[in-house]
């Protein structure tokens, strides 16, 4: 498992479910820099491979579960509206037990 | 984000504007621009349709254009590059200062301008400005 391509997709998903909200954008791209930095003396063999498993993983959970709140001001009563994506996890637990299991092409995701 | 919804594929287009019975051969065989004009007045109760053609036929990315527009990206990515003069020569590493992590992250700003997304073998081995730009070229998404 090889740390760019990990990365890339970390930077990817920030960029997809974080879209146009400047101050959280950079905030998180500044912890993944970083932290990945952070662990840049890491050598063992064994812990690099399950730091970057973790990297990318993190990369398929903001997908899965973040979902950005935009305030509608035209709207009378001020909701929120949800951008749900089609890598959201939606259903019940039952069922997002059982997607956790399929894996998510993070390489195939097409900005909407 | 948005002209990306304005996309269809390219043989769908052709498809569409070959059924098109107000078209006459030489309509065919003329510019784009051309042939969009004769559409909208032989046919003026397809003008909608006319606009949605030509946002998916916007013209091939020219190569000083997308230079241009890289260059952008990288003068404004962080305060050190800011007075860089870019040219397709420019390397990352040598020429930039960056580590493999800042590339990684100028190539994604770099994605999002043009609304691609370039595979990981691609991207590991873009080392210059030249390259990066050849890549665009090469990828018809890119818009």
């Known amino acids: 498992m090889k740390l760019h391509p990990a990365y890339r997709a970390c930077l990817r998903s920030i960029n997809k479910v974080f879209q146009n909200d400047i101050a959280t954008l950079n905030k998180a791209k500044l912890q993944l820099h970083s932290t990945t930095i952070s662990n840049a003396n890491v050598i063992d063999k064994i812990e690099l491979e399950s730091k970057i498993k973790e990297l990318s993983d993190v990369a398929i959970f903001l997908r899965r579960n973040v979902v950005q709140g935009v305030r509608d001001n035209n709207d009378p009563k001020k909701a929120f509206k949800l951008n749900i994506t089609k890598d959201t996890e939606l259903g019940d637990n039952d069922q997002g037990r059982k997607r956790a299991f399929t894996p998510l092409r993070t390489n195939s995701f097409k900005q909407s | ?143």
């Open chain 2, 1 to 143: 984000m948005f002209r990306s919804c304005l996309r269809i594929p390219a043989a769908a287009s052709r498809t569409l504007a070959s059924t098109s019975a107000t078209l006459t051969k030489s309509a065919l065989v003329t510019p784009r621009t051309n042939l969009l004009s004769s559409v909208i007045r032989s046919n003026g109760s397809s003008v909608n349709w006319c606009a949605f053609y030509t946002t998916n036929n916007s013209p091939t990315l020219d190569k000083s254009v997308v230079l241009t527009r890289v260059s952008n990206i990288i003068t404004n990515f962080n305060s050190q590059l800011k007075d860089k003069t870019v040219t397709n020569e420019t390397q990352f590493a040598k020429d930039l200062s960056l580590d493999s992590l800042d590339t990684v992250e100028l190539l994604v700003a770099i994605e999002e301008e043009f609304d691609i997304e370039i595979p990981d073998n691609v991207a590991d081995d873009l080392k210059s400005v030249g390259q990066t730009v050849d890549y665009i070229i090469s990828n018809p998404e890119a818009h």
